[in-house]
């Protein structure tokens, strides 16, 4: 399909970017493009003007701060799955990271247009929540913090307000047991359900746990109930089959012609069970 009529402006501050966002109702961000071309070319989404970010500075950094990494929103998949830093720092992005569909796409794609979208079948999001990250966005109103818990809303839906655009990602790089598993019917296909997990140990038992599910669920979203069961308990083989059974009973599953919904909760609570034993290893 061609793309809809549109106006195109490339802005070469953020300040311009918000105020042109702020100026019409139906104004669009565009980054990497590799979520939004594909909509606006089904028609899915019909802006009237395309705000694109490539002129303005110092959105792609990448770098450590403290306690956390920051990455600019127009940062690409290829540079963070290929990052020497992040590898050391963050290895759960570099491995989620390498599942996203081929070169041509995370050549162009970016990290902040990934979790704009907030398409529940995406890896960044996942790992976002995983990891306890947070956003920084801004609009011509000022600039506010996003906690990765508050951020995804529904499916396709996030609490970045349409004249809000990201001006950071902080994820935390304090060590803690991960891993990320991931399972499609093709390599470079959207998952059919996908798991993200850290956890920390305090006297060789959990203190922690975030179990992020994705792919097979229509949001983004935590499983409490596993999480609680590994708290305060050692990662062995038969807690991890406790959890990964009581958190895939908690979700409510999609259902669609590549997968039914019970087919997709016997994935999920086979990757929970995996990616608890794999985290647990490398605490």
Request: a negative charge; aromatic letters at 4%; hydrophobic letters at 45%.
């Amino acid at each position: 399909m061609k793309l809809p009529a549109i106006s195109y402006t490339s802005p070469t501050s953020m300040e311009e970017a918000c105020a042109m966002l702020s100026a019409d109702d139906d104004s669009k961000v565009i980054a990497g493009g590799q979520s939004l071309l594909p909509v606006m070319a089904m028609r899915l989404a019909q802006p009237t003007v395309v705000v694109d970010l490539a002129k303005i500075p110092g959105l792609a950094a990448l770098e450590e701060v403290g306690d956390y990494v920051r990455f600019g929103p127009m940062v690409t998949h290829a540079t963070i799955v290929s990052s020497p830093l992040v590898a050391n720092l963050l290895p759960m992005m570099s491995s989620a990271g390498k599942h996203i569909a081929h070169p041509q796409i995370r050549n162009r794609g970016t990290l902040g247009g990934s979790l704009a979208h907030g398409d529940a079948a995406g890896e960044w999001p996942l790992v976002l929540l995983a990891l306890d990250g947070m956003v920084e966005v801004q609009s011509v109103r000022g600039k506010r913090t996003i906690d990765a818990d508050a951020l995804f809303v529904g499916p396709y839906m996030t609490s970045i307000s349409s004249d809000e655009i990201i001006t950071d990602i902080w994820m935390p790089s304090r060590p803690r047991g991960w891993a990320y598993g991931e399972f499609s019917r093709r390599s470079g296909d959207y998952g059919l359900a996908n798991v993200a997990i850290t956890l920390a140990t305090e006297d060789s038992g959990v203190a922690d746990a975030r179990i992020a599910v994705g792919g097979a669920v229509g949001k983004i979203q935590r499983v409490p109930g596993a999480e609680d069961l590994l708290r305060g308990s050692k990662v062995a083989a038969d807690l991890a089959e406790r959890a990964s059974i009581a958190g895939a009973e908690s979700l409510t599953y999609i259902s669609d012609m590549h997968g039914s919904a019970e087919y997709r909760r016997g994935l999920v609570q086979e990757l929970i069970r995996r990616t608890i034993l794999e985290a647990g290893a490398r605490t």
